[in-house]
């Protein structure tokens, strides 16, 4: 029997169950208006965004995994295109160009020319260090932890704050080696 093939992101965006995406908009932007209220200081929302982007993300990749029927990825290379063709446009229905790319292979960027999480959005003076889209950044930073990627994910460039595009760089801290609960042999 012939190996399954990957699916592409369309593919998948096409075969998935959706949520309107206004209802999606404005239901994230509710919850970050209430941290700001909660939380009152920028720099507490930008952590708690990351930190909710995180627990979503370790549990996203199972699904992701689950209806992508993409194999293990060779390098942070392959990740990183995987992340921008499919992950993104399974979830979002956005897609991303990956460039930047250091000499090693381990730092590069994800270049996103739309976020519909932005829709409707303009910071206000007092939000100018809000990074508005960081649970982006923990859900890559989650599921990328949960197929043994330690990783650095953070904002470069972001539209809301008068850039041209929204830029996230993903930095490969470490290659976790996968433990397993048993020996073999015993």
């Known amino acids: 029997m012939a190996p399954v093939a990957p699916r ?9 169950e ?20 909660d939380l009152e200081e920028v ?5 708690q965004l990351d930190q909710m982007g995180y627990n979503i993300g370790i549990r996203l990749i199972d699904e992701f995994l689950a209806k992508s ?3 293990r990825c060779i390098d942070f ?4 295109e995987v992340i921008a063709k499919v992950g993104l446009k399974m979830f979002l229905g956005v897609t991303a160009t990956v460039g930047n790319w250091d000499a090693e292979g381990t730092t590069c960027s994800l270049i996103l ?25 923990g859900v890559i930073r989650g599921a990328l932890e949960m197929v043994s ?13 008068g850039d041209d595009a929204f ?20």
């Open 8 to 16: 592409s992101g369309d593919a998948i965006f096409a075969n998935v």
């Open 18 to 37: 959706r949520v309107n995406a206004e209802l999606f908009t404005l239901t994230y932007g509710a919850i970050v208006r209430q941290l700001l209220t």
């Open 43 to 47: 720099e507490e929302v930008n952590k």
């Open 69 to 71: 029927n993409v194999s």
């Open 77 to 80: 290379k392959e990740t990183a």
């Open 113 to 137: 020319e739309d976020n519909p999480l932005v829709d409707f959005v303009e910071l206000p003076d007092t939000c100018q260090g809000l990074y508005y889209g960081n649970i982006l950044s």
């Open 149 to 161: 990627m330690k990783t650095e994910v953070t904002w470069i460039r972001d539209m809301l704050r």
């Open 167 to 186: 830029e996230l760089q993903l930095k490969l801290l470490k290659q976790v080696p996968e433990e397993y609960p048993y020996k073999d042999d015993e």
